[in-house]
Nanobody, 124 residues
Framework: QVTLVESGGGLVQAGGSLRLSCAVS????????TGWFRQAPGKEREFVSA????????GYADSVQGRFTISKDNAKDTVYLQMNSLKPEDTAVYYC?????????????????WGQGTQVTVSS
């Protein structure tokens, strides 16, 4: 079992920045990818970004590429999502998740464990 706890959400103005954190504990050795997903009201949960267990590989959704940066600190068992140039359409509950799969890291069905989410609200 893997436990993930998100933090860092809040209310920011458009164009502002926010950094989300995901603390990972448990059977972390079984995790290959850690991902960030988000879900806005009335919409499906969508892929945002993912990072491999060593941190060497990263991936981003087209909608956030160039604005968001994913990173990790293995010593602290923490994954981060730095969000810059935020837009109102970035407003959503952000979830971190752990996957044992090596491929298809952008598909939510590949993820085995999920955090409870943290709210990000971007005002105009």
């Amino acid at each position: 079992q893997v436990t993930l706890v998100e933090s860092g959400g809040g209310l920011v103005q458009a164009g502002g920045s926010l950094r989300l954190s995901c603390a990972v504990s448990g059977r972390t050795f079984s995790t290959y990818f850690t991902g960030w997903f988000r879900q806005a009201p009335g919409k499906e949960r969508e892929f945002v970004s993912a990072i491999s267990w060593r941190g060497a590989l990263t991936g981003y959704a087209d909608s956030v590429q160039g604005r968001f940066t994913i990173s990790k600190d293995n010593a602290k068992d923490t994954v981060y999502l730095q969000m810059n140039s935020l837009k109102p359409e970035d407003t959503a509950v952000y979830y971190c998740a752990a996957s044992r799969a090596i491929t298809d890291y952008s598909s939510r069905s590949r993820y085995d464990y999920w955090g409870q989410g943290t709210q990000v609200t971007v005002s105009s």
